[in-house]
């Protein structure tokens, strides 16, 4: 009896001292799980191509984006909407930048794009500062794209003939413009025909009697913006319908992203870029006004 006793009380030290051992490892190795509690970082490219009216707002959202993750390289091309949609359909780039929606381009499978609307954005009539003119009617604005008005005293202003700046056929600004302002009436053919909207600015403010129109992101004191019957592209006649010249801009990729993508995407939606840099650069939230 003695002995059972003995041999039980031997048992109980063993488990003890087991017990002991392991709760010393525990206590030596806190935390030890693999990234627990970590953020998992992200690396990799991401190319994106298309809308020149997005493009100052996607490169400096990618630069922000990088800051914060600097395993990742991303690249912003322009080209124009039409470029951005057909370069993703392809896979020729991670994200495909638009004015317009897949939908509307012709020779697109928007069937097989995924749709990220990430702002709204106005867009402008500019000229030379010199024409004589800071408003014009939507009818007066068709007859001068359509060729029936060439010269800026028709409309009230200066005895100079209008030169028109056209934006090239696959270009998503022209696309609303033919929408939103010329109520789906084509454009007659004018004196240029520019896609970089910093080429229809640097256009515009250095020719007498230049007309076009332009993202409001590239808007400066070098070309005078016009107002259509009397609305301005503010966030005031915007939001209140005054104002039609505008449209979302969208980031399109060919099905879901990958992940590195989507959280750019992401990024892009996050309110620090919605409510900062967006209204920063002269363009509204997506989330609204």
Not at 35 to 46: F, H, V, W
Request: glycine residues 12%.
């Amino acid at each position: 009896m003695r002995k059972n006793f003995w041999l039980g009380i031997m048992v109980m030290l063993l488990m003890v001292a087991l017990v002991a051992a392991g709760c010393g490892k525990k206590e030596s190795q806190p935390g030890k799980t693999p990234q627990q509690g970590q953020e998992e970082k992200l690396s990799g490219t991401i190319v994106c191509a298309g809308s020149t009216a997005m493009q100052p707002f996607v490169e400096e959202v990618a630069n922000k984006f990088m800051e914060k993750n600097p395993d990742v390289q991303i690249t912003v091309q322009g080209g124009g909407s039409g470029t951005g949609l057909s370069q993703v359909s392809q896979g020729a780039c991670d994200i495909g930048n638009s004015d317009i929606f897949a939908e509307e381009k012709e020779g697109i499978d928007a069937g097989q794009l995924k749709d990220h609307k990430v702002i709204i954005q106005a867009f402008a009539v500019v000229a030379h500062p010199g024409v004589g003119v800071d408003n014009l009617t939507k009818k007066q604005i068709q007859d001068i794209f359509t060729g029936k008005i060439t010269n800026w005293k028709e409309v009230g202003g200066k005895d100079q003939k209008i030169f028109l700046v056209n934006r090239a056929k696959g270009s998503g600004t022209r696309a609303t413009f033919k929408k939103y302002v010329m109520d789906g009436v084509e454009e007659v053919k004018g004196d240029v025909e520019q896609d970089s909207s910093g080429t229809v600015r640097q256009i515009v403010s250095e020719t007498a009697g230049a007309i076009s129109y332009l993202g409001v992101a590239y808007l400066d004191d070098k070309v005078k913006v016009i107002k259509i019957d009397g609305a301005a592209p503010t966030e005031e006649d915007i939001a209140s319908g005054k104002y039609p010249f505008r449209s979302y801009g969208h980031m399109y990729t060919k099905g879901e992203p990958s992940k590195i993508v989507k959280a750019f995407i992401n990024f892009v939606l996050s309110d620090e870029i919605q409510q900062g840099l967006v209204k920063e650069m002269g363009y509204f939230p997506v989330t609204g006004i």
